[in-house]
RNA sequence: GCCGCGUUCGUCUAGCGGUUAGGACGCCGCCCUCUCAAGGCGGAGGUCACGGGUUCAAAUCCCGUACGCGGUACCA
């Protein structure tokens, strides 16, 4: 293949959206793997709910995801002149022509056709005004609309996805390409912009299949040829309804709050739809560049599980470089420690948790000593009998030398041992002592990390309030 | 209404005429074990939406039906 150039055009009416991040995602990927221009524009032609703060906040999801673009960002508010010669030159070349009807008659030939159950299609009636009359009620001021006038021939949409679809000739009316007031439509700025970047694949969501017609008759009109296009099933929430704010996190930015890793819900889009056809699941983004081809994309809509996407998280938690993942922590809120200790607990928890959020949270216990207890670890271990053997372990552990996981276990043993319990008699009050929960990473290396004192410290705290007030919990 | 697209375990999917319909998430059990994860092993779960064809043979090809989704703008 030629070097294919393709492009993701959001329109920044409202954050990056997963369904865009994907879009934008298969893009990139198919850019890369076939070493094209993967190219940025930004689709505001619709000012009134185009907003710059969008646009920004769009860019930075995208960085963020690790999608970086070769070309642009382009503007379309910014092209209005491109806009306007390829009016004037399908006006010069009769593709289109002005329409005279006003808004309100537009609307009664809307209900017209309603009331007759059959859909509006404007009839063309236009076009037999003259190019003379045209120019000159064009000229002494009269509203216009331009039109494509659409060639009475069927038009085929040849999609790498969804297969060849073909259009009977009529099944399109001659719709709007420019306002009245000159500013040019969607489908209008989107093959003017395509044929002058030289889109050669058009990959996004099945939502614009009924679009993709209209745009054959565009390039066809413009002297071009179509794109191939690749139009992606849609992503749903885990109701089958299309994926909104109400089924929990819908934007890329609210995943990337909740401690969700960019390369897991790279991971995680790709394959929503697409699939390497081994049994592959977990891919790094170069992996996915190695294997991503249009082919193995499937035509049908899918569903966000979010259940997954947590397992997904976790093993690259597990996985990703402990430099990466301390530096990806950061922005979550960590307890106040030392630095080399608080890598040794990340370290201990990180295959413990499915987002940064939890991890950040499981991590509490390397600041604050535990101040609540869970109820159901107090009733299980939390009785007065509990507390010799802790003030025990307290002080077997203090004078035990080295202070490393596995000498401390040795002690630990011993101890119980000596007492005449299991390890677990002693291990379960203790973590409860030491973290306030009943699951935690092994006790004795945890204890190496939290150190002597305030090991010492939390034990006898602990057996000080189970002593003391039996009854309390 | 009209036009278009879709339909394989609950979910994501493999499958592109002949398979005991495979994998993953989730669920259940076992192992490991100081707990919880992770990991390992095993299990339950699919009349391949339905009905007709074509074929020696259909989840795979064709035609209908149902359901879902999208479009039907001087929105994108």
């Known amino acids: 293949m030629t070097a294919p150039r393709v492009r993701f055009a959001p329109s920044p009416t409202g954050s990056l959206h997963v369904g865009g991040a994907r879009t934008a995602l298969y893009n990139w990927l198919f850019a890369r793997r076939h070493g094209g221009a993967f190219i940025l524009r930004i689709e505001d032609t619709d000012v009134e709910r185009s907003r710059r703060e969008l646009t920004d906040q769009i860019l930075h999801a995208m960085r963020w995801l690790g999608l970086d673009w070769d070309e642009g960002p382009f503007f379309q508010s910014e092209r209005g002149s491109l806009y306007r010669e390829a009016a004037d030159r399908l006006l010069a070349e009769d593709k289109a022509y002005r329409a005279f009807e006003t808004p309100e008659e537009l609307d009664a030939m809307k209900s017209a056709a309603k009331a007759i159950g059959s859909a509006f299609r404007y009839d063309g009636s236009a076009r037999a005004i003259p190019r003379e009359e045209s120019d000159r009620r064009a000229a002494s001021g009269e509203k216009f609309v331009l039109r494509l006038s659409i060639p009475n021939e069927p038009l085929v ?20 390409l420019v306002r009245s007031d000159g500013r040019p439509l969607y489908h209008f700025t989107v093959c003017v912009d395509d044929v002058a970047m ?61 401690g969700v890793l960019p390369d897991a819900l790279d991971n995680f889009l790709a394959l929503l739809g697409w699939s390497p056809g081994d049994d592959k699941e977990r891919m790094t983004l ?44 950061k922005p979550f809120h960590l307890p106040n420690c030392d630095a080399v200790l608080l890598d040794r607990a990340i370290m201990l928890h990180r295959s413990r948790a499915r987002t940064l959020v939890e991890l950040a949270h499981a991590l509490a216990i390397y600041g604050d000593d535990p101040r609540v207890f869970e109820p159901a670890g107090l009733k299980k271990f939390g009785g007065p009998e509990a507390a010799p053997l802790l003030r025990a372990l307290a002080e077997r552990l203090s004078v035990t030398e080295p202070f490393s996981h596995s000498t401390l276990e040795e002690s630990g043993r011993a101890l119980a041992a000596e007492k005449g319990r299991k390890l677990g008699d002693l291990a379960q009050p203790a973590r409860l002592a030491l973290t306030g929960v009943l699951a935690s990473p092994p006790l004795f290396e945890m204890i190496e990390v939290l150190g002597k004192e305030t090991t010492r410290r939390r034990l006898l705290a602990f057996a000080d309030l189970i002593a003391r007030e039996p009854e309390a919990h």
């Open 157 to 176: 949409v040849n999609d790498a996805v969804q297969g060849r679809t073909e259009f009977p000739a009529g099944a399109l009316d001659d719709f709007v």
């Open 286 to 329: 170069l992996e996915m560049v190695s294997l991503f081809s249009l082919e193995r994309i499937g035509p049908s809509a899918s569903r966000f599980d979010h259940e997954k996407l947590l397992w997904l998280n976790g093993q690259y938690l597990q996985e990703i470089p402990a430099a990466r993942l301390v530096e990806m922590l």
């Open 198 to 258: 030289g889109i050669t694949h058009v990959i996004r969501g099945v939502d614009h299949l009924p679009n993709a017609p209209k745009h054959v008759a565009l390039f066809r009109a413009l002297g071009a040829p179509a794109p191939v296009f690749a139009h992606l099933g849609m992503i749903l929430g885990a109701d089958g309804k299309k994926l909104s704010k109400r089924h929990g996190a819908a934007g890329v930015e609210e995943f990337q709050a909740q």
